[in-house]
């Protein structure tokens, strides 16, 4: 089988990976791919948006299965598309996909149908959001509706920065058409938990629960990041909240969507928050998370492939999705000065043993080597039957990985082991 992986980051390298167990895989394209991901797959130089590129390429090329990895790419409906030629995809289409593309859509789909949220009012007018924002509880979340790199989320924790993150999204423009409409919401509190959930419209299997870092520095401090490191399973996901998870989120969320006329196959990403009032929808991905992927698929024991085949055909009630029952951790290398300035351009080097428990997320080759071009350069995860031993080895194997200006997290995991404690 021919596979296309359309993507080009840390989680695409572990989908890849993934893929690649599956024997009767013959060859994985990507599409752009990076200079690791080449290692492991045949990168092609379209980029991710490139639609009518990809889908050419697909066609050109005999592609018999489709894996749509980011949101740009599945808001934009390559999806629709590569199904149109006849390719068939894992990954929904642009009209499920809106779940994500657009925060005034997911919220307004959780208010119509009851699923637990954050309470929040929705403004197209400047005025009126820094009017509103004058009586508003603080601290306040502020979201530009469409998408923003993960970075269109501002935590307010007075009312100055309140109004300055409205302007600098309504007026400023920094993330773009994104910002031209803004939710702001409830501060919620308490525990997060990622949960990604293989779905083919009609049921929802969950993969296990993780645990992101978010935040630059050490003991959760500092600029926000795409996510500085994950642990899985996520402590604080009982099989109690699991239980209420599916019967209040998962399940209802599903059926809005077919009942919005907007079926939603593939890969469904809550970000949830356990409350004291129960779990709550903080947001909606359209796609597997990064870097909650780099811990979770390297958990799956059933077949990657045969999974998401499964929520293309709609046979996910008949496929087995298992889990191992150890923990996993990874440790992500970022150039220094991210996620603000950075240089790029440094060769990375690894021993051979950290290479095999390593994903390329900002890497490309230059005259054969491998040179660091992106904030987050490499995610090495380890598993082991606690979470204690997986996250030494993930910290033993990234010292493995070497770049100049590299810089870790040291405290990836420390709050989960405290929880279990």
């Not at 740009?72 to 642009?94: H, M, N, S, T, Y």
């Not at 799956?300 to 293309?312: F, I, N, P, R, Y």
């Not at 240089?343 to 950290?354: L, Y």
């Amino acid at each position: 089988m021919k596979l296309l992986i359309v993507g080009g980051g840390g989680r695409e390298h572990a989908i890849i990976k993934s893929l690649k167990k599956n024997p009767e895989v013959t060859e994985i394209f990507a599409a752009p791919g990076n200079g690791g991901i080449a290692a492991d797959a045949t990168c092609v130089a379209i980029g991710a948006t490139e639609i009518e590129k990809i889908e050419e390429f697909a066609v050109g090329n005999g592609i018999d299965y489709a894996v749509v990895a980011p949101d740009d790419p599945l808001v934009l409906g390559c999806v629709d598309a590569l199904e149109a030629k006849g390719i068939p995809c894992f990954g929904p289409r642009a009209n499920a996909a809106i779940i994500e593309g657009s925060k005034v859509f997911s919220k307004n789909l959780m208010k119509k149908y009851g699923i637990p949220t954050a309470a929040y009012e929705v403004f197209e007018d400047m005025n009126a959001a820094l009017e509103y924002l004058k009586t508003a509880p603080i601290p306040t979340v502020i979201k530009a509706d469409g998408l923003a790199l993960g970075k269109g989320v501002i935590i307010a924790m007075t009312r100055e920065e309140a109004f300055t993150a409205v302007r600098d999204m309504m007026e400023g423009g920094i993330f773009g058409k994104s910002g031209s409409r803004v939710v702001i919401e409830e501060f919620l509190e308490g525990p997060e938990v990622s949960v990604l959930a293989f779905t083919d419209g009609k049921v929802v299997k969950p993969m296990v629960s993780s645990m992101d870092h978010k935040r630059i520095g050490d003991n959760d401090t500092g600029l926000n990041t795409g996510g500085m490191g994950t642990v899985a399973p996520n402590p604080y996901y009982t099989d109690a909240v699991a239980q209420r998870c599916m019967e209040e989120i998962f399940l209802p969320t599903i059926a809005a969507m077919n009942a919005e006329g907007r079926t939603f196959r593939g890969c469904l990403y809550f970000g949830l928050m356990v409350t004291k009032d129960g779990p709550k929808v903080i947001e909606y991905n359209c796609r597997f998370g990064d870097p909650e992927t780099q811990v979770v698929l390297p958990l799956l024991e059933s077949d990657l492939l045969t999974v998401m085949q499964a929520t293309t055909n709609g046979t996910l009630a008949e496929t087995e999705v298992k889990f191992a029952q150890k923990h996993a951790c990874c440790v992500i290398l970022a150039s220094n000065g991210y996620p603000t300035a950075y240089k790029k351009g440094f060769p990375i080097t690894m021993t051979e043993e950290a290479a095999a428990h390593t994903y390329v997320a900002g890497g490309k080759l230059q005259d054969g080597v491998l040179v660091t071009s992106g904030g987050r350069v490499t995610g090495t995860t380890a598993i082991a039957d606690s979470l204690g031993d997986a996250v030494k080895e993930a910290y033993r194997l990234s010292d493995g990985v070497r770049f100049e200006g590299a810089y870790r997290r040291s405290d990836i995991g420390r709050r989960a082991l405290q929880a279990l404690k």
